[in-house]
Nanobody
Framework: QVQLVESGGGLVQAGGSLRLSCAAS????????MGWFRQAPGKEREVVAN????????YYADSVKGRFTISTDKAKNTVYLQMNSLKPEDTAVYYC???????????????????WGQGTQVTVSS
C-alpha cells in the first residue's frame, strides 16, 4: 500500500521560504506522477505543481511559477516543494499526491490521483 507523508510546514513571514517534503513508501515509483496541491479554508483544492518521477518534466500553477520548485530524490523516494518569496495568499494545507499510471499528455486533475498524504499546514504572516 502506497503511503505519502508530508512534512516541513509551519509559520513563516511573508517573503520567507519553506521546503516541504513528501516521503513515499510501499511502491515502486518509477513512472509515477507526483503532485503538490493546496487547500485554503473555504476554497477548493488546487494544484500547485506536478512532476514526472522519470524524466522530471514539471508543471506549475501560474500563482507559484518562479517562486516554487518541485523536485524528486529517487534515492530517498521523496518529493520536495521548495517555496520561496512566500505570500499570505500561499497560506493553506499542502498535500502530496501520487498517480501510478498515467498515459495521457495532460497532467492529472486532483480527482485522478490515487494516493494522498495527510497534509501539512503552511501559514504565511503579513
Amino acid at each position: 500500500q502506497v503511503q505519502l507523508v508530508e512534512s516541513g510546514g509551519g509559520l513563516v513571514q511573508a517573503g520567507g521560504s519553506l521546503r516541504l517534503s513528501c516521503a513515499a513508501s510501499g511502491g515502486t515509483f518509477s513512472g509515477y506522477i507526483m503532485g503538490w496541491f493546496r487547500q485554503a479554508p473555504g476554497k477548493e483544492r488546487e494544484v500547485v505543481a506536478n512532476i514526472r518521477w522519470n524524466g522530471g518534466s514539471t508543471y506549475y500553477a501560474d500563482s507559484v511559477k518562479g517562486r516554487f520548485t518541485i523536485s524528486t530524490d529517487k534515492a530517498k523516494n521523496t518529493v520536495y516543494l521548495q517555496m520561496n518569496s512566500l505570500k499570505p495568499e500561499d497560506t493553506a494545507v499542502y498535500y502530496c499526491a501520487a498517480n501510478p499510471l498515467w498515459l495521457f499528455e495532460r497532467w492529472p486533475a486532483p480527482h485522478e490521483y490515487d494516493y494522498w498524504g495527510q497534509g501539512t499546514q503552511v501559514t504565511v504572516s503579513s
